[in-house]
């Protein structure tokens, strides 16, 4: 058994508002973002989204009953 840690990254304040200004004003995507900017995780942008960016970005799910 080997002594490894989990990498984590951490990013500062003022980059989570820059990516998600980028995805609200310049319409560019999650997934071209997480390339740009090398980020993994695949909830760390909605995250973001949820803390910093207008909530109609987020995926919704509607459900109508009749």
């Known amino acids: 058994m080997s ?3 989990k990498n984590s ?3 500062s ?3 989570k508002q820059m990516v998600v200004r980028k995805l609200e004003e310049e319409g560019c995507t999650v997934s071209s973002l997480q390339l740009r900017y090398g980020i993994k995780g695949s909830e760390t942008i909605q995250n973001w989204i ?3 960016g207008k909530s109609h970005l987020l995926n919704q799910v509607i459900r109508i009953e009749t």
Do not use: G
């Open 3 to 5: 002594n490894q840690r």
């Open 9 to 11: 990254k951490r990013y």
């Open 13 to 15: 304040l003022s980059f």
């Open 50 to 52: 949820r803390k910093f």
